[in-house]
């Protein structure tokens, strides 16, 4: 049974920093969350003008807190007096945390692309995503504004070119 509570909090403590990948947000273009299933966005057409990668800096503490307290239940067992697991759990927490962290940055951060759309209705929007699409400077996009902004590729022919001649707002310039 000794055996059995030395091993409970580093089962703990992994399980933990494991399920810590499950709290990185799903941040891709195609990716909807079930709460926006059925509910509407307004779609505008547009055209990509120009596109930069960009890094996406994600963290949000919730990996700090999970390895904090992993690190302090498993720090908590080591030793053999009252003092001892209050010092291993202090130092259990701090590595934790810090381990924590990295996953947490590690799992939600990455590379996006930020897309600057000329809209057909006049004006310029920057959206950033994941391009899965491989989205061009020159695509025809539709953009759909609901919680987020999206960006898709729309068909060729599916949605009119602004006429040629005019400005994006229909305007015929002097």
Avoid at 11 to 27: D, K
Avoid at 63 to 83: E, N, V, Y
Avoid at 140 to 152: E, Q
Avoid at 161 to 171: D, L, N
């Amino acid at each position: 049974m000794p055996k059995l509570r030395a091993v409970a909090p580093l089962f703990a403590a992994c399980t933990l920093l494991l399920a810590v990948p499950a709290c990185g947000p799903a941040n891709t273009g195609s990716t909807f969350a079930a709460r926006d299933l059925g509910r509407p966005a307004y779609v505008s057409y547009g055209t990509i003008v120009s596109s930069r990668p960009v890094q996406v800096a994600g963290s949000s503490g919730i990996g700090t807190l999970a390895g904090a307290a992993a690190g302090a239940t498993a720090g908590s067992f080591i030793g053999g007096d009252t003092r001892s697991n209050i010092l291993a759990g202090l130092g259990g927490a701090i590595v934790g945390g810090v381990a924590g962290n990295a996953i947490e940055r590690g799992v939600t951060g990455g590379t996006a692309t930020e897309f600057v759309v000329r809209e057909d209705r006049g004006g310029d929007i920057a959206v950033v995503q994941t391009n899965e699409e491989g989205l061009q400077p020159g695509d025809r996009v539709a953009i759909s504004r609901s919680d987020r902004v999206r960006l898709a590729r729309v068909a060729p022919g599916a949605v009119p070119q602004p006429a040629s001649g005019t400005s994006a707002r229909g305007v015929q310039p002097k």
